[in-house]
C-alpha cells in the first residue's frame, strides 16, 4: 500500500526556485506547471489592464497577477488574475503579502495539455468553490472562448460561455465591460 504525500505550504520554501516553473498545492497535492504561452499571457494581461483601469475609474478594488493566495496550508495556488474588493483586501492579507481569504473573482487562463485543462476546470473550480470566490472566469484561447461561473446558492455555477462578440461583464464589478475581440 502506498501513502501519498500531503504537501504544505512549507513545503514549498523547500522546492528548488526552477525559472519559469510554478508550483501550487491543491487539497495538499503539489501541482507543478511551466511557464505559460505568450498567448496565454496576453490574454492575462489585456484582462488584468481592463480590471486595473476600471478599478482606477471606481476605486472599488484591485486586481493583480499571479498572487499567492492560501486558503489553507494545503490549499496554496497562484491564479493568473485575482480581483478583490478594497474592503476585503485591507483584512485580507498576512505578514507576507499574500491573499488568506476568497478574492472576488478569479480569472485563469488555461494551459495546453489534459493536466492542466484538469486542474483549471475541476480541482481549481471546486477549491473556488468551496473557498467562496463568487466568480470564476476560465480562459480558453485556443477555442477564444471564457465560460463564466457565479456564485449559486452555494457553489460556483455556469452561467456562461462567451466567444469573440461577446464582452466580460459581472455583476459584482458594475460599469465593467471587456470585449473578447480586445483578449485575443
Known amino acids: 500500500m502506498s501513502v501519498q504525500r500531503r504537501y504544505t505550504s512549507r513545503d514549498l520554501d523547500l522546492l528548488p526556485h526552477v525559472e519559469g516553473t510554478r508550483y501550487e498545492i491543491i487539497n ?8 505559460p504561452s505568450w498567448r496565454h499571457q496576453r490574454a492575462a494581461s489585456r484582462i488584468c489592464t481592463a480590471l486595473t483601469n476600471w478599478s482606477d475609474e471606481t ?8 498572487p499567492g493566495v492560501i486558503f489553507a496550508e ?12 478594497t474592503a476585503s483586501l ?11 481569504l476568497a478574492p472576488d473573482l478569479i480569472v485563469e487562463v488555461l494551459s495546453p495539455g489534459s493536466t492542466n485543462v484538469r486542474r483549471d476546470r475541476v480541482l481549481k473550480l471546486d477549491l473556488y468553490s468551496r473557498q467562496g470566490v463568487k466568480e470564476y472566469w476560465i480562459v480558453d484561447c485556443r477555442l477564444r472562448t471564457v465560460d463564466v461561473y457565479r456564485r449559486g446558492s452555494s457553489a460556483l ?7 469573440d462578440d461577446d464582452a466580460l461583464t459581472s455583476p459584482l464589478l458594475p460599469g465593467f465591460s471587456c470585449p473578447l475581440r480586445q483578449v485575443w
Open 90 to 100: 485591507e483584512v485580507g492579507l498576512d505578514s507576507a503579502g499574500h491573499l488568506t
Open 28 to 35: 495538499g497535492e503539489l501541482h507543478v506547471s511551466s511557464q
Open 157 to 163: 455555477e455556469l452561467v456562461a460561455t462567451l466567444a
Open 59 to 66: 476605486g472599488l478594488g484591485e486586481p493583480t497577477a499571479a
Open 74 to 85: 494545503d490549499d496554496d495556488v497562484a491564479p493568473d488574475i485575482v480581483w478583490i474588493s
